[in-house]
């Protein structure tokens, strides 16, 4: 079994705020997060569903939309 990678500070924040609003940490959130964070352009809500389509086509866009508005509350 592999070790943990250790947390990057926006995952940290993202991860106290969702604590903060008594939500879950998912699988489904983490990837959108990773998603979100490794992409340099402007994303819009339909481009991001995309790529995390790509990587896992169980995800569905009112998830990546949620997702989203909580990164946007979190900073």
């Known amino acids: 079994m592999k070790p943990p990678e250790p947390i990057t500070e926006e995952e ?7 604590q903060k609003k008594g939500l879950k940490r998912t699988s489904q959130r983490d990837l959108i997060l990773h998603v979100f964070l490794r992409t ?3 994303l819009s809500h339909e481009d991001l569903y995309r790529l995390v389509k790509q990587e896992d086509p169980t995800v569905g866009q009112t998830t990546v939309y949620r ?8 900073g």
């Not at 940290?12 to 969702?18: A, D, G, P, S, W």
């Not at 997702?67 to 979190?74: G, H, S």
């Open 12 to 18: 940290e924040v993202f991860l106290k705020h969702i």
């Open 40 to 42: 340099e352009e402007h």
């Open 67 to 74: 997702t989203l508005k909580l990164l946007t509350e979190a």
